[in-house]
Protein backbone atom coordinates (compact mmCIF):
# COMPACT_ATOMS: atom_id res chain seq x y z
CA UNK A 1 0.00 0.00 0.00
CA UNK A 2 1.10 3.75 -0.28
CA UNK A 3 3.38 4.45 2.20
CA UNK A 4 1.11 6.87 4.50
CA UNK A 5 -1.20 4.18 5.03
CA UNK A 6 0.90 1.01 5.83
CA UNK A 7 2.31 2.29 8.81
CA UNK A 8 2.16 0.04 12.15
CA UNK A 9 -0.32 0.59 14.86
CA UNK A 10 0.71 2.88 17.29
CA UNK A 11 1.49 -0.20 19.68
CA UNK A 12 3.37 -1.57 16.65
CA UNK A 13 5.03 1.46 15.14
CA UNK A 14 7.11 1.84 18.79
CA UNK A 15 8.76 -1.28 17.64
CA UNK A 16 11.71 -0.87 19.80
CA UNK A 17 10.76 -4.13 21.18
CA UNK A 18 13.31 -3.65 24.25
CA UNK A 19 16.20 -4.78 22.25
CA UNK A 20 19.16 -4.17 24.38
CA UNK A 21 22.57 -4.09 22.17
CA UNK A 22 25.52 -6.73 22.60
CA UNK A 23 28.18 -4.53 21.79
CA UNK A 24 31.77 -4.69 23.27
CA UNK A 25 33.04 -3.45 26.30
CA UNK A 26 33.08 0.00 27.51
CA UNK A 27 35.12 2.56 26.25
CA UNK A 28 35.79 0.22 23.11
CA UNK A 29 34.79 3.07 20.14
CA UNK A 30 36.58 2.56 17.34
CA UNK A 31 35.16 0.88 14.16
CA UNK A 32 37.28 -1.98 14.35
CA UNK A 33 36.08 -2.87 18.01
CA UNK A 34 32.65 -1.96 17.00
CA UNK A 35 33.15 -4.37 14.00
CA UNK A 36 34.52 -7.04 16.46
CA UNK A 37 31.52 -7.24 19.01
CA UNK A 38 28.93 -7.17 15.94
CA UNK A 39 30.54 -10.34 14.70
CA UNK A 40 31.27 -11.65 18.25
CA UNK A 41 27.30 -11.26 18.85
CA UNK A 42 26.20 -12.98 15.44
CA UNK A 43 29.01 -15.83 16.46
CA UNK A 44 27.31 -16.82 19.36
CA UNK A 45 23.34 -16.29 18.13
CA UNK A 46 21.38 -19.42 18.18
CA UNK A 47 19.50 -20.81 15.78
CA UNK A 48 16.00 -20.34 14.74
CA UNK A 49 12.95 -22.57 13.59
CA UNK A 50 9.80 -21.46 11.66
CA UNK A 51 6.83 -24.06 11.18
CA UNK A 52 4.31 -22.67 8.28
CA UNK A 53 0.94 -24.38 8.67
CA UNK A 54 0.55 -25.08 4.62
CA UNK A 55 0.08 -23.76 1.77
CA UNK A 56 -3.27 -24.37 0.27
CA UNK A 57 -5.69 -21.96 2.35
CA UNK A 58 -4.03 -19.34 1.32
CA UNK A 59 -0.82 -18.49 -1.03
CA UNK A 60 0.52 -15.87 1.34
CA UNK A 61 2.43 -18.62 3.43
CA UNK A 62 5.20 -19.36 0.37
CA UNK A 63 4.94 -16.28 -1.18
CA UNK A 64 5.42 -13.47 1.18
CA UNK A 65 6.08 -15.03 5.18
CA UNK A 66 8.83 -17.58 3.83
CA UNK A 67 10.14 -14.58 1.53
CA UNK A 68 10.27 -11.56 3.87
CA UNK A 69 11.25 -13.74 7.05
CA UNK A 70 14.22 -15.09 4.75
CA UNK A 71 14.76 -11.76 4.03
CA UNK A 72 14.80 -10.65 7.49
CA UNK A 73 16.93 -13.78 8.97
CA UNK A 74 20.08 -12.61 6.49
CA UNK A 75 20.31 -9.65 7.53
CA UNK A 76 20.49 -10.17 11.10
CA UNK A 77 23.24 -12.61 10.23
CA UNK A 78 21.28 -15.56 12.38
CA UNK A 79 21.51 -19.27 11.41
CA UNK A 80 17.34 -20.32 10.56
CA UNK A 81 15.34 -23.62 9.27
CA UNK A 82 11.70 -22.72 7.59
CA UNK A 83 9.85 -25.83 7.12
CA UNK A 84 6.40 -25.92 6.37
CA UNK A 85 3.49 -28.98 8.18
CA UNK A 86 1.57 -28.88 4.87
CA UNK A 87 -1.67 -29.34 7.39
CA UNK A 88 -0.06 -32.13 8.37
CA UNK A 89 -0.45 -32.19 12.96
CA UNK A 90 1.96 -35.16 13.02
CA UNK A 91 5.00 -33.61 10.09
CA UNK A 92 3.98 -30.66 12.52
CA UNK A 93 5.27 -32.57 15.59
CA UNK A 94 8.15 -34.05 13.79
CA UNK A 95 9.23 -30.91 11.92
CA UNK A 96 9.21 -28.98 15.25
CA UNK A 97 11.41 -31.95 17.37
CA UNK A 98 13.94 -32.25 14.46
CA UNK A 99 14.84 -28.42 15.06
CA UNK A 100 15.07 -28.58 18.48
CA UNK A 101 16.99 -31.70 17.98
CA UNK A 102 19.22 -29.81 15.37
CA UNK A 103 20.45 -27.08 17.87
CA UNK A 104 17.20 -24.53 17.31
CA UNK A 105 17.22 -22.26 20.71
CA UNK A 106 13.90 -20.63 18.66
CA UNK A 107 11.03 -21.49 17.43
CA UNK A 108 8.46 -19.49 16.01
CA UNK A 109 5.31 -21.42 14.66
CA UNK A 110 1.95 -20.80 12.65
CA UNK A 111 -0.42 -23.59 14.60
CA UNK A 112 -2.74 -26.16 12.74
CA UNK A 113 -4.69 -26.12 16.34
CA UNK A 114 -4.35 -25.13 19.77
CA UNK A 115 -3.91 -28.77 20.52
CA UNK A 116 -1.27 -29.86 18.71
CA UNK A 117 0.73 -26.41 18.76
CA UNK A 118 0.21 -26.78 22.35
CA UNK A 119 2.03 -29.59 22.39
CA UNK A 120 4.86 -28.42 20.41
CA UNK A 121 5.11 -25.05 22.64
CA UNK A 122 5.61 -27.15 26.11
CA UNK A 123 8.30 -29.50 24.51
CA UNK A 124 10.22 -26.45 23.17
CA UNK A 125 10.00 -24.92 26.75
CA UNK A 126 10.61 -27.87 28.21
CA UNK A 127 13.95 -28.16 26.32
CA UNK A 128 14.71 -24.35 27.00
CA UNK A 129 14.08 -23.19 23.37
CA UNK A 130 12.07 -19.54 23.04
CA UNK A 131 8.89 -19.75 21.55
CA UNK A 132 6.60 -17.18 19.19
CA UNK A 133 3.50 -17.73 18.14
CA UNK A 134 3.41 -16.17 14.49
CA UNK A 135 -0.20 -15.29 12.84
CA UNK A 136 -2.14 -17.44 15.15
CA UNK A 137 -2.35 -17.34 19.00
CA UNK A 138 -2.11 -20.65 20.39
CA UNK A 139 -4.66 -20.98 23.00
CA UNK A 140 -3.32 -22.33 26.15
CA UNK A 141 0.14 -22.62 24.98
CA UNK A 142 1.82 -20.23 27.01
CA UNK A 143 4.47 -18.66 24.02
CA UNK A 144 6.55 -16.34 25.05
CA UNK A 145 5.23 -14.03 22.63
CA UNK A 146 2.73 -13.19 20.38
CA UNK A 147 3.08 -11.70 16.10
CA UNK A 148 -0.12 -10.79 14.17
CA UNK A 149 -2.45 -8.49 13.27
CA UNK A 150 -5.37 -6.55 14.72
CA UNK A 151 -7.53 -9.74 13.77
CA UNK A 152 -10.86 -8.23 15.45
CA UNK A 153 -10.46 -5.43 13.14
CA UNK A 154 -9.51 -7.47 10.39
CA UNK A 155 -13.43 -8.86 10.91
CA UNK A 156 -14.89 -5.59 11.09
CA UNK A 157 -13.42 -4.20 7.99
CA UNK A 158 -15.09 -7.58 6.11
CA UNK A 159 -18.35 -6.39 7.88
CA UNK A 160 -18.28 -2.64 7.15
CA UNK A 161 -17.36 -3.83 3.37
CA UNK A 162 -19.75 -6.27 2.86
CA UNK A 163 -22.28 -3.53 4.70
CA UNK A 164 -21.11 -1.03 1.86
CA UNK A 165 -20.93 -3.26 -1.09
CA UNK A 166 -24.75 -3.94 -0.28
CA UNK A 167 -25.93 -0.63 0.08
CA UNK A 168 -24.19 -0.03 -3.67
CA UNK A 169 -26.73 -3.20 -4.44
CA UNK A 170 -29.71 -1.00 -3.00
CA UNK A 171 -30.46 -4.32 -1.46
CA UNK A 172 -33.51 -4.43 0.65
CA UNK A 173 -33.20 -6.93 4.03
CA UNK A 174 -30.60 -8.91 1.97
CA UNK A 175 -29.90 -12.38 3.55
CA UNK A 176 -26.16 -12.92 4.19
CA UNK A 177 -24.51 -15.84 4.67
CA UNK A 178 -21.52 -16.86 6.13
CA UNK A 179 -18.22 -18.65 5.40
CA UNK A 180 -16.14 -18.92 8.67
CA UNK A 181 -12.80 -19.79 8.77
CA UNK A 182 -11.52 -23.14 10.14
CA UNK A 183 -13.54 -23.71 14.10
CA UNK A 184 -9.88 -24.54 15.54
CA UNK A 185 -8.01 -21.18 14.16
CA UNK A 186 -8.41 -18.15 16.87
CA UNK A 187 -7.66 -15.74 14.15
CA UNK A 188 -11.09 -17.61 12.59
CA UNK A 189 -13.30 -16.77 15.94
CA UNK A 190 -11.43 -13.08 16.51
CA UNK A 191 -12.55 -12.39 12.60
CA UNK A 192 -16.09 -12.95 13.12
CA UNK A 193 -16.17 -11.36 16.50
CA UNK A 194 -15.49 -8.75 14.40
CA UNK A 195 -17.87 -8.82 11.67
CA UNK A 196 -20.90 -9.89 13.81
CA UNK A 197 -20.03 -6.94 15.92
CA UNK A 198 -20.98 -5.17 12.79
CA UNK A 199 -23.83 -7.23 10.89
CA UNK A 200 -25.63 -8.59 13.83
CA UNK A 201 -27.28 -5.41 14.97
CA UNK A 202 -28.70 -5.20 11.17
CA UNK A 203 -30.02 -8.88 11.72
CA UNK A 204 -31.34 -7.66 15.15
CA UNK A 205 -33.07 -4.78 13.62
CA UNK A 206 -34.65 -6.48 10.68
CA UNK A 207 -32.36 -4.28 7.98
CA UNK A 208 -30.26 -7.98 7.07
CA UNK A 209 -31.63 -11.52 7.41
CA UNK A 210 -29.22 -13.99 8.84
CA UNK A 211 -28.53 -16.38 6.30
CA UNK A 212 -26.46 -19.50 7.07
CA UNK A 213 -23.76 -19.80 8.71
CA UNK A 214 -20.77 -22.39 8.60
CA UNK A 215 -17.11 -22.64 9.50
CA UNK A 216 -14.97 -24.15 6.75
CA UNK A 217 -12.58 -26.96 8.38
CA UNK A 218 -8.93 -26.27 7.44
CA UNK A 219 -10.22 -23.20 5.61
CA UNK A 220 -10.29 -25.88 2.82
CA UNK A 221 -11.35 -24.30 -0.42
CA UNK A 222 -12.55 -27.43 -2.20
CA UNK A 223 -14.85 -27.70 1.23
CA UNK A 224 -15.82 -24.33 1.27
CA UNK A 225 -17.24 -24.67 -2.50
CA UNK A 226 -19.30 -27.66 -1.39
CA UNK A 227 -20.35 -25.74 1.85
CA UNK A 228 -21.95 -22.89 0.07
CA UNK A 229 -23.29 -24.83 -3.18
CA UNK A 230 -25.24 -26.69 -0.21
CA UNK A 231 -26.10 -22.80 0.86
CA UNK A 232 -27.04 -21.59 -2.11
CA UNK A 233 -29.52 -24.63 -2.47
CA UNK A 234 -31.61 -24.09 0.64
CA UNK A 235 -31.38 -20.76 -0.01
CA UNK A 236 -31.55 -19.29 -3.44
CA UNK A 237 -31.78 -15.77 -2.27
CA UNK A 238 -28.43 -15.19 -0.35
CA UNK A 239 -28.10 -11.74 -1.43
CA UNK A 240 -24.29 -11.26 0.40
CA UNK A 241 -21.81 -13.32 1.47
CA UNK A 242 -19.16 -12.67 4.34
CA UNK A 243 -16.16 -15.28 3.58
CA UNK A 244 -13.65 -15.17 5.85
CA UNK A 245 -10.58 -15.00 3.47
CA UNK A 246 -9.93 -15.05 -0.19
CA UNK A 247 -10.12 -18.56 -1.31
CA UNK A 248 -12.89 -19.06 0.55
CA UNK A 249 -14.52 -16.35 -1.12
CA UNK A 250 -13.24 -17.46 -4.82
CA UNK A 251 -14.70 -20.49 -3.68
CA UNK A 252 -18.54 -19.11 -3.38
CA UNK A 253 -17.42 -16.93 -6.59
CA UNK A 254 -17.24 -20.22 -8.42
CA UNK A 255 -20.46 -21.58 -7.17
CA UNK A 256 -22.43 -18.40 -8.04
CA UNK A 257 -21.00 -17.99 -11.58
CA UNK A 258 -22.27 -21.48 -12.43
CA UNK A 259 -26.01 -19.40 -11.52
CA UNK A 260 -25.37 -16.73 -13.26
CA UNK A 261 -25.19 -14.66 -9.99
CA UNK A 262 -21.21 -13.83 -9.73
CA UNK A 263 -20.90 -9.59 -9.86
CA UNK A 264 -24.72 -9.65 -8.78
CA UNK A 265 -24.29 -11.04 -4.74
CA UNK A 266 -21.13 -9.49 -3.45
CA UNK A 267 -18.30 -11.50 -1.74
CA UNK A 268 -15.75 -10.20 0.88
CA UNK A 269 -12.32 -11.86 1.96
CA UNK A 270 -8.80 -11.66 3.17
CA UNK A 271 -5.52 -11.76 2.19
CA UNK A 272 -5.19 -9.45 -0.90
CA UNK A 273 -4.40 -12.52 -3.20
CA UNK A 274 -3.56 -11.94 -7.01
CA UNK A 275 -6.95 -14.29 -7.25
CA UNK A 276 -8.61 -11.91 -4.59
CA UNK A 277 -7.62 -8.54 -6.60
CA UNK A 278 -8.44 -10.25 -9.95
CA UNK A 279 -11.95 -10.93 -8.60
CA UNK A 280 -12.70 -7.37 -7.30
CA UNK A 281 -10.97 -6.09 -10.70
CA UNK A 282 -14.10 -7.97 -12.48
CA UNK A 283 -16.59 -6.95 -9.80
CA UNK A 284 -16.74 -11.04 -8.57
CA UNK A 285 -15.40 -9.57 -5.10
CA UNK A 286 -16.57 -6.61 -3.47
CA UNK A 287 -13.61 -6.10 -0.46
CA UNK A 288 -10.57 -7.92 0.85
CA UNK A 289 -8.29 -7.27 3.69
CA UNK A 290 -4.54 -6.17 3.13
CA UNK A 291 -1.96 -7.47 6.03
CA UNK A 292 1.14 -5.82 5.24
CA UNK A 293 3.02 -9.31 5.96
CA UNK A 294 6.11 -8.13 5.33
CA UNK A 295 5.69 -5.94 8.54
CA UNK A 296 4.36 -8.97 10.41
CA UNK A 297 7.49 -11.01 8.95
CA UNK A 298 9.58 -8.24 9.87
CA UNK A 299 8.07 -7.90 13.86
CA UNK A 300 8.76 -11.67 14.44
CA UNK A 301 11.98 -11.68 12.87
CA UNK A 302 13.16 -8.90 15.12
CA UNK A 303 11.96 -10.65 17.93
CA UNK A 304 13.33 -14.26 16.91
CA UNK A 305 16.56 -12.63 16.32
CA UNK A 306 16.57 -11.25 19.74
CA UNK A 307 15.89 -14.62 21.67
CA UNK A 308 18.47 -15.95 19.23
CA UNK A 309 21.17 -13.42 20.80
CA UNK A 310 20.12 -14.26 24.18
CA UNK A 311 18.57 -11.15 24.55
CA UNK A 312 15.05 -10.04 26.21
CA UNK A 313 12.89 -7.88 24.11
CA UNK A 314 9.97 -6.46 25.52
CA UNK A 315 6.68 -6.31 23.17
CA UNK A 316 4.45 -3.25 22.75
CA UNK A 317 1.03 -4.87 24.13
CA UNK A 318 -0.60 -7.31 25.58
CA UNK A 319 -3.15 -10.16 24.37
CA UNK A 320 -4.40 -11.93 26.99
CA UNK A 321 -5.27 -15.57 26.22
CA UNK A 322 -8.90 -16.45 26.88
CA UNK A 323 -8.33 -19.87 28.41
CA UNK A 324 -5.75 -18.98 30.90
CA UNK A 325 -6.47 -15.43 31.37
CA UNK A 326 -3.08 -14.64 31.00
CA UNK A 327 -1.55 -11.74 29.05
CA UNK A 328 1.06 -12.56 26.07
CA UNK A 329 3.17 -10.04 25.12
CA UNK A 330 2.11 -8.94 21.84
CA UNK A 331 3.00 -6.81 18.45
CA UNK A 332 -0.59 -6.50 17.04
CA UNK A 333 -0.22 -4.89 13.01
CA UNK A 334 -3.15 -2.79 11.30
CA UNK A 335 -4.99 -3.99 8.52
CA UNK A 336 -6.42 -1.91 5.58
CA UNK A 337 -9.48 -2.49 3.31
CA UNK A 338 -9.25 -3.01 -0.28
CA UNK A 339 -11.44 -2.11 -2.63
CA UNK A 340 -11.88 -1.73 -6.70
CA UNK A 341 -10.29 2.11 -5.98
CA UNK A 342 -7.31 0.99 -3.23
CA UNK A 343 -6.00 -2.57 -5.36
CA UNK A 344 -3.21 0.13 -6.84
CA UNK A 345 -2.03 0.52 -3.24
CA UNK A 346 -1.00 -3.07 -2.82
CA UNK A 347 0.19 -3.36 -5.84
CA UNK A 348 2.56 0.06 -4.96
CA UNK A 349 3.93 -1.71 -1.80
CA UNK A 350 5.01 -4.64 -3.77
CA UNK A 351 2.84 -7.36 -2.09
CA UNK A 352 1.89 -7.94 -5.70
CA UNK A 353 3.57 -7.49 -8.89
CA UNK A 354 1.76 -5.68 -12.05
CA UNK A 355 2.86 -8.74 -13.68
CA UNK A 356 1.50 -11.65 -12.34
CA UNK A 357 -1.70 -9.26 -11.38
CA UNK A 358 -2.49 -7.88 -14.94
CA UNK A 359 -2.41 -10.85 -17.17
CA UNK A 360 -4.55 -10.41 -20.47
CA UNK A 361 -7.68 -11.20 -18.92
CA UNK A 362 -7.27 -8.49 -16.43
CA UNK A 363 -5.54 -5.67 -18.24
CA UNK A 364 -8.02 -3.30 -19.35
CA UNK A 365 -9.29 -3.33 -15.83
CA UNK A 366 -5.58 -3.11 -14.23
CA UNK A 367 -5.98 0.10 -16.30
CA UNK A 368 -9.21 1.70 -14.96
CA UNK A 369 -8.23 0.71 -11.83
CA UNK A 370 -4.59 3.06 -12.12
CA UNK A 371 -2.11 0.69 -11.69
CA UNK A 372 0.86 1.97 -13.10
Do not use: H
Not at 186 to 205: E, H, I, M, Q, R
Amino acid sequence: MRKGILSLTAAAATLALGLTACGGESGQTSTTASSSATAAQSAKAGKIGVILPDSKSSARWETADRKYLEEAFKAAGVEYDIQNAQNDKTAFQTIADQMITNGATVLMIVNLDSGSGKAVIEKAKSQGVATIDYDRLTLGGGAAYYVSFDNTKVGTLQGEGLSKCLADKKADKPIVAYLNGSPTDNNATLFKNGYDGVLKPKFDSGEYVKGPDQAVPDWDNAQAGTIFEQMLTQQPKIAGVLAANDGLGNAAITVLKKQNLNGKVPVTGQDATVQGLQNILVGDQCMTVYKAVKKEADAGAKLAVALAKGEKPTASSSVKDPETSQDVPSELLDPQAITFDTVKDVVADGYVTKEELCTADFAKKCTEAGIQ
